[in-house]
């Protein structure tokens, strides 16, 4: 068991035209847990701290920019195996690379605003759950690392 959550944004671009409902519908149907969920306008200082990683990029400040310039809908989605599924299911960054049948591919078309966000490690998504919604209850913990440590289980 490899229990896991996950932090899903969609972005301002994904709000305004109407995707949450179809993105919410696609994660139940996949089978996960929806735990948390917030409309919410997000300040400079919070969209800093979630991109962190991309502070020294060239595109850091329209990024910023762009995530505050208009409400975005914040999860917290609990599943198997989640953080690895939920980034196949939406899909490559670039519209050129996000396949058919993943959100980005049937509803991106530029690399800048790409409709949704799904964090991309463990370390990341309880980073990013905590900067949306406060603590995680639940820690990481050993089985949450995958292969390595279960080869020898
Ligand atoms: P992700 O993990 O697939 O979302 O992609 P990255 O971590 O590489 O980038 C984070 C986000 O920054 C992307 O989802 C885009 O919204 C944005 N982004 C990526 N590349 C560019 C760029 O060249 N210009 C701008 N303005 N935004 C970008
Ligand atoms: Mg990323």
Do not use: C
């Amino acid at each position: 068991m490899t229990l896991q959550r996950t932090f899903i944004m969609v972005k301002p671009d994904g709000v305004k035209r109407g995707l949450i409902g179809e993105i919410i519908k696609r994660f139940d149907q996949k089978g996960f847990t929806l735990l948390n969920a917030e409309l919410m306008t997000v300040d400079r200082s919070k969209a800093e701290y979630h991109y962190m990683e991309h502070q020294n990029k060239p595109f850091f400040g329209e990024l910023v920019d762009f995530i505050t310039s208009a409400p975005v809908f914040a999860m917290v989605w609990e599943g198997e195996n989640i953080i690895e599924v939920s980034r196949l299911m939406i899909g490559k960054t670039s519209p050129l690379e996000a396949l058919p049948g993943t959100i980005r591919g049937d509803f991106a078309f530029t690399k800048e605003e790409n409709v949704i966000h799904g964090s991309d490690s463990l370390l990341s998504a309880e980073r990013e759950i905590e900067n949306f919604f406060g603590l995680l209850k639940k820690r990481i913990s050993k089985d949450d690392f995958p292969f390595e440590d279960r080869k020898s289980v």
